[in-house]
């Protein structure tokens, strides 16, 4: 937990370098937040009869997915530092260290996520509450069943984000990869656009990939979607997703490692 703590600060002390750059993902933040909001109020009051929730949980889908998506941020996470330190040669620094390499990576991404939280989504999202009518999970089974979806959605995307990561030791450059990445991360993780939206045999794709597990899941059980025994067993499906890749990630860095070699002097 020392060891932890210790990459968890450096993770903040990164995510907090610099004040520009805080003040203008605060702007984005509340830019996105209010955008979502607007436009799910505007597409419910066209034809409510299309929404499979109440409007005040449509909106709070459209805020929360926003927040969700600033506190994950799968579009800059443990694959864009690897590939950064694979690419400039500091790789090594990581990889001296007698500490497991996945390890390290968690712990520095986690703590960079948990200075997003606190400094520039919980603010924004109290604001967001206090000014706008947005529901919070119909109960106490939900409200807390959203946050272990919430944690189990973070480690599946730690694990394909690392994946993906891993690739660079072999490739040095993953511009091709992380769009495709990226892309089949919108298209398929319902953190904008609800799966229940996606015809029958789109949301059949969906459900054979891990991606719908970090957003779609979390938030589904946040409106009251996702219910009875239905939340249990997507709860279940996410623990099964969070083991499998964990030992991927686990797998592919030893095998990678194995076959590393380091020139230099």
């Not at 929404?51 to 889908?61: G, K, S």
């Not at 443990?78 to 390499?101: E, K, N, S």
């Not at 924004?124 to 946050?147: D, G, K, N, R, S």
């Not at 991606?211 to 249990?232: C, D, E, K, M, N």
Request: proline share 5%; charged share 10%; net charge positive.
């Amino acid at each position: 937990m020392r060891v932890m703590m210790g990459f968890i600060r450096q993770g903040i002390h990164v995510a907090t370098s610099y004040s520009v750059a805080y003040w203008m993902q605060l702007l984005n933040v509340f830019i996105k937040m209010y955008a979502f909001y607007a436009l799910w109020a505007v597409l419910y009051d066209q034809s409510p009869i299309t929404f499979p929730v109440e409007r005040r949980y449509m909106l709070a889908y459209g805020v929360v997915g926003v927040i969700l998506g600033e506190v994950l941020g799968w579009w800059d996470g443990p694959h864009f530092y690897i590939v950064g330190q694979v690419r400039r040669g500091t790789i090594t620094a990581d990889l001296i260290r007698p500490v497991y390499f996945p390890f390290q990576v968690f712990s520095r991404c986690l703590g960079e996520k948990l200075a997003v939280f606190g400094m520039n989504v919980l603010p924004v999202a109290i604001i967001a509450y206090l000014t706008l009518p947005i529901a919070l999970p119909p109960t106490w089974i939900h409200a807390l069943a959203f946050c272990f979806s919430f944690a189990l959605g973070y480690i599946i995307l730690f694990g394909t984000n690392f994946l993906v990561g891993i690739l660079s030791f072999r490739t040095l450059n993953l511009w091709g990869i992380q769009h495709t990445y990226h892309g089949l991360m919108m298209m398929f993780s319902g953190m904008w656009i609800p799966l229940w939206f996606y015809p029958d045999w789109l949301r059949a794709v969906t459900d054979i990939l891990p991606f719908r597990a970090v957003f779609f899941t979390p938030l589904a059980i946040y409106v009251g979607h996702t219910t009875g025994s239905a939340l249990w067993l997507s709860i279940g499906q996410q623990t099964v997703w969070a083991i499998v890749l964990m030992g991927l990630c686990h797998i592919t860095w030893v095998r990678t490692d194995r076959h590393l070699v380091v020139q230099g002097g």
